[in-house]
């Protein structure tokens, strides 16, 4: 019956007629097969004939415009498609510090806070911003920030939409105005400060668990870079950070009336991942990691009386000490060792400085630095109490470091040593107030050795594990 179905006139239709075939086709056998159900006695070459060919089955196919495909490739929409979404928003918030109950030492305050987490099946993008922030005294305003919207801004994104990369960073901060005012700024400071009513050993531990969080967040830093080189992975960095601006004030009034001010603008900072350096081969392109770093309209100067950032007035008399400046860096940093290339190159861009002395200068700067001089620094040091003053074993010692690109130098350095508890803390000299570097023992055992067992050479430890037998 097939062949005999008549084609539509002038031979237009042919594609038409042949869907009406296959149709009728498969709606017959339906027929024969349901029919069959209820019929006995057939024969199964009967059932055979009636059937569909693979050349049937292949002529529908290609007529609908079906193609069998076991493997499924997810289309470029279906990447885009978000799997998980996590969202914390907080319109104000604020932190307090707060000594003996009832007296405020800081105010910490923050407006439009907002962070976000998008999983996509390969994609991973955090964002976080910031909208204003604030830092109050019970003596003044100590730090706000320029902006009242996105004050600050950053991104992170795993495997990024539309682009060649494994991931990338973008941050973005505005300026931040920071006032020094040296009353608050030392109650703070006096406060983290270990006072007597700390035991040593809580404070020891303290101070442990710090050094070991930046250590481990220094190897991390580190393991994650060496692993960025090996496997050369394809990343971009993207910061612009306005510097803070700051303004030290002072009790010096030049005219009897006005008081001084010194304000430091510590510029703009912009670090950038580059593809292409124009003065380098095709060669050494693919064999380093190009940073380029920017610093730029760094200045100082002094001003008497009232001012304000953002003061365009022409009628405030300005003092410049350091005209502005800025420094350019480019690192490049190799990602596969090599004998021809060496694997760190720097190259500086230093402009031309532009330093303003004068007799009125001159004084209202050596009024400022005594701001920053501590008269009782002598007898508070002589009175503070250190964690290693009461040293269990302590004497010189020669400590093997190594310097150079790449840690490669071996050198002996004579120092101090002080072990106190657990820790041993590493001095410069017996008379310094501060430690170098410091390391923790915990689960070692120090003992000092009798100077009959070293032909008597004295200042010999004997340092083993806790549990070990003598």
Known sequence: MLNKTRSSPGGHLDGLSDLYKLTFAVLYNCVLITSSAYRTGSSKDDG??????DEDWERLNRIIGYKENTEYIPAQQDMKLMQFYFEIRMKHNASRLIIDGSECLADLSCEDFRCNLKMYPEAKVFDLKLGSYKLLSPYGLLAE???????LVGVFSYKPFDEQLD???TARASPCYITYLKDSIDQIVAFFKSSPTVSQTLALETAAAVQMTLDEVKRTAQQQMTRVLKDQSRFSLNLDIAAPKITVPTKFR?????????LLDLGNLILRTEEIWDSYSSEEQDMYLNFNLVLNDV???LVDGDYHWNDTSKEVNLLPVIDKCGIALKLQQIQVESSLYPSTRLAVRVPSLGFHFSPARYHR?????KIFQDTNSENNSSDLAHLWDQADFEGWSSLLTWKGVGNREALWQRRYLRLV??????FENPESTTYKQW???SGKQVHQVPTELTNGVQNIVALHDSGQVN
């Open 421 to 426: 508890g657990p820790f041993l803390y590493v």
């Open 439 to 441: 390391s923790s023992l």
């Open 365 to 369: 700067l050596m009024e400022i630095l």
């Open 299 to 301: 200045s100082a100067f």
């Open 145 to 151: 920030s320029a902006s009242v919207v996105d004050s």
């Open 254 to 262: 030049p005219d009897d009336v006005h008081e001084t001010k010194l």
């Open 48 to 53: 055979d004939s009636k059937s569909f060919s």
């Open 167 to 169: 991931w990338s960073f």
